[in-house]
């Protein structure tokens, strides 16, 4: 079994969403994989909105000391809240708010991701976020976000 940890960058901050103004909170990590680097990722809260799936902007590949951005593959996946879980979607690179960052490596669509064989561990990596991220595990079940591991910040 792979053992997967995160480092929390500290910060959450705010933002207003570009489609609608409201506010909305990202945090951001690195993903370790058996004690290698492994991952990075952004995480979206749309806190303002009625509908609130967790947007998740996720790298892997070429992280750390290996640092190699040829290497490096991404997804933008949306989870999404249903009754004591949530379910995910992976969705297209164009609607994260990251599209067009470099440091993130390749982007894949949808169609690419889910033929992938890279795609169980996209989902692997995305579930350790939405279970050990505390901003993000309290944001899916309704919560306030959680600061902790982190500060909060006015932007
Ligand atoms: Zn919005």
């Known amino acids: 079994m792979a053992a997967y940890d995160i480092e929390f960058n500290e910060k959450v901050k705010s933002f207003r969403c570009p489609h609608c103004g409201e506010e909305s909170m990202t945090v951001w990590g690195w993903v370790s994989k058996n004690n290698a680097a492994h991952a990075a990722y952004f995480a979206n809260l749309m806190t303002g909105h009625q509908e609130i799936p967790a947007r998740l902007t996720i790298s892997i590949g070429g992280w750390g000391e290996e640092d190699n951005l040829a290497k490096r593959k991404w ?9 004591g879980s949530y379910e995910m979607m992976v969705r297209e690179p164009e609607e994260s708010l990251y599209n067009g960052k470099k440091i993130l490596g390749k982007a894949l669509t949808r169609s690419e991701a889910l033929a992938s064989p890279l795609v169980q561990e996209f989902f692997a990596v995305a ?6 991220d505390p901003a993000v595990k309290s944001y899916l079940v309704g919560e306030q976000v959680s600061s902790e591991g982190r500060k909060a910040t006015v932007n």
């Open 75 to 83: 997804v933008f996946i949306e989870a999404r809240p249903i009754p």
């Open 127 to 132: 579930d350790h976020i939405a279970l050990n």
